[in-house]
């Protein structure tokens, strides 16, 4: 109780120079830029642009992708393209895709990066009774938001 007593006491009385105030100051600002940046999430202006960027360009071609296998089920021939596209090679699949002008968006000259491959791996996913499900759809006027 006596010990209690004094360290109450000795609380009350203290008074810290300005170096110790300023030096608690500072070490209170390190401790949180750490915790901030390695557990808190926090990242720089940099990191933050990039992954914006990244985000942008994952969106894009993601619609792009959206948008080629509604292009290639409206096709004429979808279930022979379907056969051709399945019995390429799969590193090839990206580049008969593009050949096939179902990656290209309107309005640009070329293909979207990435959507090509995002593309031909969902068509290649599906079977011919899918590709026709999403022709009809598209043909009925019902929009689905992604192909699966």
Partial sequence: MASAQLLGRRWREYRPSKAALFWSCVGSVVVALIIGFTWGGWVTGGTAREMADKAVRDARAELAANVCVQRFADASDARAQLTALKNTSSWQRDDFIEKG???????????????????????????????????????SGERRTSVQ
């Fill in 101 to 139: 002008g179902w990656a290209k968006l309107p309005g640009l000259d070329k293909p979207v990066a990435a959507a090509a491959e995002r593309c031909a791996e969902r068509l290649a996913a599906m079977d011919a009774t899918e590709l026709s499900q999403a022709n009809q759809d598209m043909r």
